[in-house]
């Protein structure tokens, strides 16, 4: 008889450090993605106007392209100002819409103030393997140079900007 342990789950953990208030960090991840969101990660077939974040749970986010199409990428799943934000990821393996939410991940993002004007930002991205065949694309893609370390930098940028 073999020992099969089975394999562990695949989870995407990034983080970052901004000379933030906590309050002032979670405002412009949830408030301004559009702004550090890459143009080219779009779904639609026309430019992203704007990128939309509905703050409760339930709500959305959205990309609106310039011909007023939408395309609703993620559902939020938990919303805790300035604490904590849940959403799912619903971007299928081939890079579409998955519109069933068994098979969708989640990426949990948490906020830690260090000290008043320094926060860490935690971002775990989990259940990847729900995405079923294919879902190491998913995760390699959000893992990688061009996924949330690049979201994470450009939104540590911004904020740098605004504070």
Same mark, same amino acid.
């Given at each position: 008889?073999?020992?099969?342990? $089975?394999?562990? $789950? $695949?989870?995407?953990?990034?983080?970052?450090?901004?000379?933030?208030?906590? #309050? %002032?960090? +979670?405002?412009?991840?949830?408030?301004?993605?559009?702004?550090?969101?890459?143009?080219?990660?779009?779904l639609?077939?026309?430019?992203?106007? /704007?990128?939309? +974040?509905e703050?409760?749970?339930?709500?959305? &986010?959205?990309? @609106?392209?310039?011909?007023?199409?939408?395309?609703?990428?993620? %559902?939020?799943?938990a919303? !805790? $100002?300035?604490? *904590?934000?849940? +959403?799912s990821?619903?971007?299928?393996?081939q890079?579409?819409?998955?519109? !069933?939410?068994?098979?969708?991940? #989640?990426?949990?993002? *948490? +906020? &830690?103030? /260090?000290?008043p004007?320094?926060? %860490?930002? #935690?971002l /775990?991205? *989990?259940?990847? !393997? @729900?995405?079923?065949?294919?879902?190491?694309?998913?995760? !390699?893609?959000?893992?990688g140079?061009?996924?949330?370390?690049?979201y994470?930098? *450009?939104?540590?940028?911004?904020?740098s900007?605004?504070?």
């Amino acid at each position: 008889m073999t020992d099969q342990t $089975p394999p562990t $789950p $695949p989870v995407v953990h990034r983080q970052v450090v901004v000379d933030a208030p906590i #309050e %002032r960090a +979670f405002a412009v991840f949830t408030g301004r993605l559009g702004d550090y969101k890459p143009a080219e990660h779009n779904l639609l077939a026309s430019p992203i106007a /704007e990128t939309v +974040f509905e703050k409760h749970v339930g709500g959305h &986010i959205y990309d @609106r392209g310039i011909d007023g199409t939408e395309c609703r990428w993620a %559902r939020v799943l938990a919303y !805790d $100002p300035p604490d *904590r934000v849940v +959403f799912s990821w619903d971007i299928s393996p081939q890079w579409q819409i998955e519109t !069933d939410p068994d098979h969708t991940s #989640e990426v949990d993002v *948490r +906020f &830690i103030a /260090e000290t008043p004007y320094r926060t %860490r930002i #935690e971002l /775990e991205h *989990r259940h990847i !393997d @729900r995405h079923g065949p294919g879902w190491q694309a998913v995760s !390699d893609g959000v893992a990688g140079d061009q996924g949330w370390p690049l979201y994470l930098s *450009r939104y540590a940028a911004l904020l740098s900007e605004v504070s």
